[in-house]
């Protein structure tokens, strides 16, 4: 079986910095896409940062130029550097990653537990 464990969430003033880490483990042959998304109280999951398995990025426009995703393939994790964070990033934060478990199945989305991150004013 193939798990997504995710850390580093916390609670944290408004300007500080946070580090989100997802690590994949089980059955993987390979894995591409892989992501984070956030959903706060009420609101819809969204997008916030995503990188290809060549390791191209995009960024929802709301943390462009705080947020660097980032991944390790020999880890098969991907990373989330989240600074000059505010109010407004309070989420829970879930990695995606889309994976190859071999066993005659295709690629597949998974998505990690979530994790809370709490800015502070």
């Known amino acids: 079986q193939v798990q997504l464990v995710e850390s580093g969430g916390g609670l944290v003033q408004a300007g500080g910095s946070l580090r989100l880490s997802c690590v994949a483990s089980g059955s993987i042959i390979r894995i591409s896409n892989m992501g984070w998304y956030r959903q706060a109280p009420g609101k819809q999951r969204e997008l916030v940062a995503r990188i290809t398995g060549g390791g191209s990025t995009d960024y929802a426009s709301s943390v462009e130029g705080r947020f660097t995703i980032s991944r390790d393939n020999a880890k098969k994790a991907v990373y989330l550097q989240m600074n000059s964070l505010k109010p407004d990033d309070t989420a829970v934060y879930y990695c995606?990653?889309?994976?190859?478990?071999?066993?005659?199945?295709?690629?597949?989305?998974?998505w990690g537990q979530g994790t809370q991150v709490t800015v502070s004013s």
């Open positions: 995606l990653a889309n994976i190859w478990p071999g066993g005659g199945y295709r690629f597949q989305e998974y």
